[in-house]
């Protein structure tokens, strides 16, 4: 994640990756809440690997590896202050001040444990699901930028997939960020146009998506039907803001 993005943004993918994750993270709060109050209509996990797999919320939350939204709102790390365009009510435009919280902070190194990440992730789903049977299931949001470095993490995949609540099965999407302009596949519905096994082997351990997503990703402009996975090999910058927005849209908050 210490590459930088190649294309029109020029950070390097660890900081782009955290300020989309935090700004995610503050949208879900917004969402939740209700008469100025959060409530708890999602649990939050956020899992990193490289040098290390584990937690990676900052913080109050350090060491946090399931968090209620409202707890999650309540205990950000830190408070920055970021200027923001907003319309000056005659068609232009204007920078106001806005607090931006943050709950996680970019890191850069070691290798791709990707069998390690998803089998603590299994374990986290496993927990969640024995205590919410009647719940929506949770959607897993796989970020990666290189193949793993651990094993084929295929079955441990799988094994996610499987996990299920009276509501659905769990969902599991994948998204693989490149630092070069190659073509980029977003939400296919089969392999054919993947490049090589690994392209493939994360198609195989991304879910399908329901209706809900697939209508949040034609509202972006997105070529998705009926059979499109939720998957982008050699995502850019904008692919990653999109994967966290459909991923996260359809959340059943009500």
Request: net charge negative; proline share 7%; hydrophobic share 40%.
């Given at each position: 994640?210490?590459?930088?993005?190649?294309?029109?943004?020029?950070?390097?993918?660890?900081?782009?990756?955290?300020?989309?994750?935090?700004?995610?993270?503050?949208?879900?709060?917004?969402?939740?809440?209700?008469?100025?109050?959060?409530?708890?209509?999602?649990?939050?996990?956020?899992?990193?690997?490289?040098?290390?797999?584990?937690?990676?919320l900052?913080?109050?939350?350090?060491?946090?590896?399931?968090?209620?939204?409202?707890?999650?709102?309540?205990?950000?790390?830190?408070?920055?202050?970021?200027?923001?365009?907003?319309?000056?009510?005659?068609?232009?435009l204007?920078?106001?001040?806005?607090?931006?919280?943050?709950?996680?902070?970019?890191?850069?190194?070691?290798?791709?444990?990707?069998?390690?990440?998803?089998?603590?992730?299994?374990?986290?789903?496993?927990r969640?699901?024995?205590?919410?049977?009647?719940?929506?299931?949770?959607?897993?949001?796989?970020?990666?930028d290189g193949?793993?470095?651990?094993?084929?993490?295929?079955?441990?995949?799988?094994?996610?997939?499987?996990?299920?609540?009276?509501?659905?099965?769990?969902?599991?999407?994948?998204c693989?960020?490149?630092?070069?302009?190659?073509?980029?596949?977003?939400?296919?519905?089969?392999?054919s146009?993947?490049?090589?096994?690994?392209?493939?082997?994360?198609?195989?351990?991304s879910?399908?998506?329901?209706?809900?997503?697939?209508?949040?990703?034609?509202?972006?402009?997105?070529?998705t039907?009926?059979?499109?996975?939720?998957?982008?090999?050699?995502?850019?910058?904008?692919?990653?803001?999109?994967?966290?927005?459909?991923?996260?849209?359809?959340?059943?908050?009500?």
């Open positions: 994640m210490g590459d930088m993005f190649g294309g029109e943004i020029v950070a390097r993918k660890a900081d782009f990756v955290a300020d989309v994750m935090n700004r995610t993270l503050h949208d879900l709060v917004i969402r939740c809440t209700r008469t100025e109050e959060v409530r708890n209509y999602c649990h939050i996990s956020v899992i990193g690997y490289g040098g290390s797999v584990g937690p990676v900052a913080g109050p939350l350090t060491g946090r590896d399931l968090v209620p939204i409202a707890e999650l709102a309540d205990n950000p790390a830190r408070i920055e202050t970021r200027t923001k365009k907003v319309s000056d009510g005659a068609g232009g204007v920078d106001t001040q806005v607090r931006f919280p943050v709950w996680l902070e970019p890191t850069i190194g070691g290798g791709t444990p990707m069998c390690q990440a998803l089998g603590l992730v299994q374990q986290i789903a496993e969640w699901v024995s205590e919410h049977p009647g719940g929506f299931p949770p959607t897993v949001l796989h970020l990666t193949e793993s470095t651990d094993g084929e993490p295929q079955e441990i995949g799988k094994r996610i997939m499987g996990l299920k609540t009276s509501d659905g099965e769990v969902l599991l999407y994948s693989h960020v490149s630092a070069t302009r190659s073509a980029k596949v977003e939400f296919p519905d089969s392999d146009a993947l490049p090589d096994n690994f392209a493939k082997m994360l198609f195989s351990i879910s399908k998506l329901p209706e809900p997503f697939l209508r949040s990703a034609r509202q972006m402009g997105l070529n039907g009926e059979g499109s996975r939720g998957f982008v090999f050699n995502g850019d910058a904008a692919s990653v803001v999109q994967f966290f927005e459909i991923g996260t849209r359809p959340a059943n908050m009500r």
